[in-house]
Nanobody
Framework: QEQLVESGGGLVQPGGSLRLSCVASTNIFSIITMGWYRQAPGNQRELVAQ???????NYADSVKGRFTISRDNAKNTVYLQMNSLKPDDTAVYYC?????????WGKGTLVTVSS
């Protein structure tokens, strides 16, 4: 049974940085696309960044130039480096594979950007 465990969230001031991590318990991590999603209060969950098994990345316009997604296949881990954080980035952040988004989600990690 695949599992996703996100960590690294917290309270940060505007302009600050955080690095999120997600460990996926799966035997197929190295061959699947992974993504980071977020859901702010009252909003639908949205895709923030995505990385293919070959390392090709894409980002939502709202985070381009500020967030960087990366992965370590040896550790079954995907990361999200978030810089220049804004209050609008406040949300619960989740990782998942497009392959699994209709099946299950992890608990997420809360990021709060506030002074």
């Amino acid at each position: 049974q695949e599992q996703l465990v996100e960590s690294g969230g917290g309270l940060v001031q505007p302009g600050g940085s955080l690095r999120l991590s997600c460990v996926a318990s799966t035997n197929i991590f190295s061959i699947i696309t992974m993504g980071w999603y977020r859901q702010a209060p009252g909003n639908q969950r949205e895709l923030v960044a995505q990385i293919t098994n070959g390392g090709i990345t894409n980002y939502a316009d709202s985070v381009k130039g500020r967030f960087t997604i990366s992965r370590d296949n040896a550790k079954n881990t995907v990361y999200l480096q978030m810089n220049s954080l804004k209050p609008d980035d406040t949300a619960v952040y989740y990782c998942n594979a497009p392959l699994w988004t209709n099946l299950f989600w992890g608990k997420g990690t809360l990021v709060t950007v506030s002074s």
